[in-house]
């Protein structure tokens, strides 16, 4: 309740911050940039900011928790047809000395010694518009974590970060996916996407996750995100199903 109420505060205080200029929320999944100097801002999605009309870089706004940068660089554009790569470099420990504890947010052992680990992430974007303002991405993906020894480091097996740390225990996560984003209206934004994860930590281990978000325009900088997102997956205990909704404010100038 309190990040509800954190939420529509942020929202009342910057609906009245439009300036003279149109800034539509245009981040997306897809290899297209964000423009040259716009800035993205959201309680819970990555920080953008377009470097130039073909670069933009991003980062983890709990940085002091998941220190994580990423770029995406439009390599090639043209007419409707796009093509780019994502770069991301994440160091985990912090986050995973934090989950290392008792209570609510214990989700590894106290004990638990973590090494000293970084996660390199590479994918690869095809962005087709098959109709105007309609966006398909097909996507491939692959992470690697150069370490010094695999031998303590514990597993998370926990709903939606196993698959995203499960390259710490492994020598490579291999994943693909298809982005969709489509404009409704001029206000409304549909977005759908499916992500496969390879996690060759255990025999046919596996994550499937299929996404479906909504995202309203409120007024010029300030736009109201919804959606969900479902894990059908294989982890080391099992087969397993999982489901997280979330709602998220965005702000760009």
């Known amino acids: 309740m309190r990040?509800?109420?954190?939420?529509?505060?942020v929202v009342l205080i910057c609906v009245d911050l439009a300036q003279?200029?149109?800034s539509l929320v245009v981040s997306s999944g897809s290899a297209q940039t964000i423009p040259k100097n716009r800035l993205e801002?959201?309680?819970f999605q990555l920080w953008r900011y377009g470097v130039s009309d073909k670069v933009e870089i991003a980062a983890q706004p709990l940085m002091f928790l998941v220190p994580q940068?990423?770029?995406k660089v439009a390599w090639w554009s043209q007419k409707h047809v796009t093509l780019g790569?994502?770069?991301r470099v994440s160091y985990p420990t912090p986050l995973l000395n934090t989950l290392a504890t008792d209570g609510a947010f214990g989700l590894l052992p106290k004990t638990s010694r973590i090494p000293q680990s970084v996660i390199f992430d590479l994918?690869?974007?095809l962005t087709v518009e098959v109709a105007p303002r309609h966006m398909l991405t097909p996507w491939i993906g692959?992470?690697?974590?150069?370490?010094?020894?695999?031998?303590?480091?514990p597993l998370l097996d926990f709903p939606f970060l196993y698959s995203r740390f499960a390259v710490l225990k492994t020598t490579a996560v291999y994943r693909v996916g298809v982005d969709y984003n489509g404009y409704l209206g001029d206000h409304l934004r549909l977005a759908a996407d499916i992500k496969v994860f390879v996690l060759p930590v255990i025999a046919g281990g596996y994550s499937c996750?299929?996404?479906?978000?909504?995202?309203?325009l409120a007024a010029k900088h300030v736009a109201l995100e919804g959606g969900g997102r479902m894990e059908f997956a294989r982890f080391p205990a099992g087969n397993q199903f999982h489901y997280l909704p979330y709602v998220d404010v965005l702000l760009a100038w």
């Open 3 to 9: 990040v509800l109420g954190l939420a529509l505060a």
């Open 20 to 22: 003279a200029q149109s």
């Open 41 to 43: 801002l959201s309680l």
């Open 69 to 71: 940068i990423e770029a």
């Open 85 to 87: 790569t994502r770069q």
């Open 123 to 125: 994918d690869g974007l």
């Open 142 to 153: 692959a992470s690697v974590a150069p370490r010094g020894s695999t031998a303590n480091m």
């Open 209 to 216: 996750e299929p996404g479906l978000s909504l995202r309203w």
